[in-house]
């Protein structure tokens, strides 16, 4: 059984988007790690603020299976596949790691490079996985945060409800 962290975000009727991706993972997976849930400005595009998250679980299916499976489940979401890379959308699901696999998996980048490189990736793993390294870098999520330029992307918690219990609030 892998272990694998993903990224979720929506700016697109955000609180029904990232409410359906939670239910469909629970429905899908037993025992998940959800962090808590940040607004951050549209990188890369002018758009609505985003809303993300990552989440954590066990998983049996194979990186290709899981990878099919989290696009159907922003296709049920309505996502939009024919317009611009960067472009406002129902949902987006990202695999982050997958066990500690390194490398191009079946169209899959291993460990995705977008940890690295955006605080709402980066910060909501540190939520989950602080002490978890980097499969590739070898350094843990908390300490790649510390020394993130964080005046580079603004970010900030939000409240969130979801099966009746607050999984996030404002700090």
């Not at 469909?24 to 609505?48: H, I, N, P, W």
């Not at 695999?95 to 696999?101: E, H, M, P, R, W």
């Amino acid at each position: 059984m892998a272990n694998v962290l993903v990224s979720i975000g929506s700016n697109i009727e955000r609180y029904r988007n990232i409410t359906a991706a939670l239910d469909a993972l629970d429905t899908q997976f037993s025992g998940l790690l959800v962090s808590r849930v940040y607004q951050s400005e549209s990188v890369g595009f002018a758009g609505d603020d985003f809303l993300n998250l990552a989440v954590g679980f066990d998983c049996t299916m194979t990186v290709p299976e899981l990878a099919a499976w989290l696009r159907e489940v922003e296709d049920n979401n309505g996502r939009c596949r024919d317009g611009p890379k960067f472009s406002s959308r129902t949902l987006d699901i990202d695999i982050l790691t997958f066990d500690n696999l390194i490398g191009h998996i079946d169209g899959v980048e291993l460990p995705r490079e977008e940890i690295i490189h955006n605080a709402f990736v980066l910060r909501p793993l540190v939520d989950i996985a602080a002490e978890k390294l980097h499969p590739s870098l070898q350094c843990s999520y908390q300490s790649l945060w510390e020394s993130y330029d964080k005046a580079a992307q603004n970010l900030w918690p939000v409240d969130f409800t979801w099966q009746g219990k607050k999984i996030s609030a404002v700090d």
